[in-house]
């Protein structure tokens, strides 16, 4: 019997997924040839021996029995309440439960999202080297991905002058993912400036930092038995105590939820507001990616 050829979709022409492209099969070639391979192209903390918190593992067990058929299509209600109470605490006004989709994962919602925003040939400006997900899915949305770069020699960061001449009528969208992934590189408080905002320093910082108290999901940290303060409400006490300062910049959005948290536990809401890096970066292009 004749076999034929299966025409793959134009839309495939650009995607790339290196994650589990060619230096992958490469990896797993040698693990083969009896080479010890240690894999760390996919974020897997379960690989490495580290375990879902107690408790979580405690409500899956206990809410197998509900969790049987189909939720709402948009999610269940309790957890869409959640995220507009949190967008809510971040300034986010007329959003109810109703307004809020739950996805399976950052992957598929990234997908959802760029479906739902472009039309064809609309372009997103995205960070090169990227995570190559955000490329792929804006290619396979029928949009264009424009990439600014993120150039070794500047310690992988990007130059806001270049990303600005970059937009068109056509940009739809610009992603800053920092800290970075792939590079790692963290946007440092030069494109705070380039933006317009003055910078202040707290008297903990750089060398002499500390930790925010998420601790790496409490993988590098544990509570601390008997502790009168939690890191993060010293550390809006300390930020609300600089002279002149009145926005508390994060670039994580642990720190985000956990700072809002630590303001109302401390009395200091109003004194100082918690803002995520790219919602600055957003205020400073005029609302670009909320259009």
Same mark, same amino acid.
């Given at each position: ?30 693990? !083969? ?39 709402? @299509?948009?999610? +269940? ?24 989709? +739950? ?21 997103? %400006? ?46 739809? $969208? ?17 494109? %705070?400036?380039?933006?317009?905002? !003055? ?6 910082? !750089? ?32 930020? $609300? ?18 700072? @809002? ?10 004194? +100082?507001?918690?803002?995520?890096? +790219? ?13």
């Amino acid at each position: 019997m004749p076999t034929r050829t299966i025409r793959s979709s134009p839309s495939l022409a650009n995607v790339r997924y290196e994650i589990r492209g060619r230096l992958a099969r490469r990896a797993q070639e040698m693990e !083969r040839m009896g080479y010890d391979i240690v894999m760390l192209n996919i974020g897997n903390p379960g690989a490495f021996g580290f375990r879902t918190p107690e408790t979580m593992r405690l409500a899956m067990i206990e809410n197998l029995r509900s969790a049987e058929g189909y939720c709402h @299509q948009k999610g +269940i209600f309790p957890a869409r309440e959640a995220v507009v109470m949190q967008q809510q605490e971040r300034g986010v006004r007329g959003v109810t439960a109703d307004d809020v989709f +739950i996805g399976n994962g950052v992957s598929e919602l990234i997908d959802l999202t760029l479906r739902a925003l472009l039309a064809a040939d609309e372009e997103v %400006l995205v960070p090169s080297p990227d995570y190559p997900l955000w490329t792929a899915a804006v290619n396979l949305n029928r949009g264009r991905a424009v990439h600014y770069p993120c150039r070794p020699e500047r310690g992988f960061i990007p130059d806001p002058d270049e990303i600005e001449s970059l937009i068109t009528k056509r940009t739809r $969208a610009i992603v800053v993912i920092n800290p970075n992934n792939p590079t790692g590189a963290v946007y440092p408080r030069r494109v %705070l400036e380039a933006i317009g905002c !003055r910078v202040f320093e707290m008297p903990r910082h !750089r060398e002499c930092g500390l930790c925010c108290g998420a601790g790496g999901g409490r993988i590098w940290m544990q509570e601390t038995p008997g502790a009168k303060e939690r890191p993060a409400e010293s550390r809006v006490r300390e930020a $609300a105590a600089v002279p002149g300062v009145g926005v508390l910049v994060v670039t994580c959005p642990k720190d985000l939820v956990m700072f @809002q948290d630590a303001l109302k536990t401390t009395g200091l809401e109003g004194k +100082i507001v918690v803002k995520d890096l +790219i919602e600055l970066v957003d205020e400073a292009l005029g609302g670009l990616t909320a259009q």
